[in-house]
């Protein structure tokens, strides 16, 4: 899944820690819904998640927020659905692309 999303090879900086791009894609449908999904591999685990990538991943429709994914610094991993903070667990980074999807996929049917 993550082979066939366009990327660009890059490194940046979040919070003085080098980071590399492994992934930026964003998306607007015909009916104005935006989804965009960032990812970066970090040389620490961002806490209190395990493991070393930082991301956030939105699905916003009329500017509002209708699914996300992200590791904020002390949240860690976890997902907002139709306004609701659920826990994620955090696999890969192909895993994260494909329940984004599903869930904006689930959150379209509903909406």
Same mark, same amino acid.
């Given at each position: 899944?993550?082979?066939?999303?366009?990327?660009?090879?890059?490194v940046g900086t979040i919070a003085n820690v080098?980071?590399?791009?492994?992934? +930026?894609? =964003?998306?607007?449908?015909?009916?104005?819904?935006?989804? %965009? $999904?960032?990812?970066?591999?970090?040389?620490?685990?961002?806490?209190?998640?395990?493991?070393?990538?930082?991301?956030?991943?939105?699905?916003?429709?009329?500017g509002v927020r209708v699914v996300g994914f992200?590791?904020? +610094?002390? =949240?860690?991993?976890?997902?907002?659905?139709?306004?609701? %903070? $659920?826990?994620?667990?955090?696999?890969?980074?192909?895993?994260?692309?494909?329940?984004?999807?599903a869930a904006v996929d689930a959150a379209r049917?509903?909406?």
């Amino acid at each position: 899944m993550l082979a066939n999303l366009p990327t660009s090879a890059s490194v940046g900086t979040i919070a003085n820690v080098k980071a590399e791009l492994i992934t +930026r894609f =964003k998306s607007v449908a015909e009916d104005g819904g935006v989804m %965009e $999904l960032v990812v970066w591999r970090v040389p620490r685990p961002v806490p209190p998640s395990g493991h070393c990538y930082k991301y956030r991943a939105i699905y916003a429709v009329d500017g509002v927020r209708v699914v996300g994914f992200d590791n904020e +610094r002390g =949240k860690g991993d976890h997902c907002h659905v139709h306004g609701r %903070e $659920l826990p994620y667990t955090f696999t890969t980074v192909d895993a994260l692309v494909e329940d984004f999807i599903a869930a904006v996929d689930a959150a379209r049917r509903t909406t």
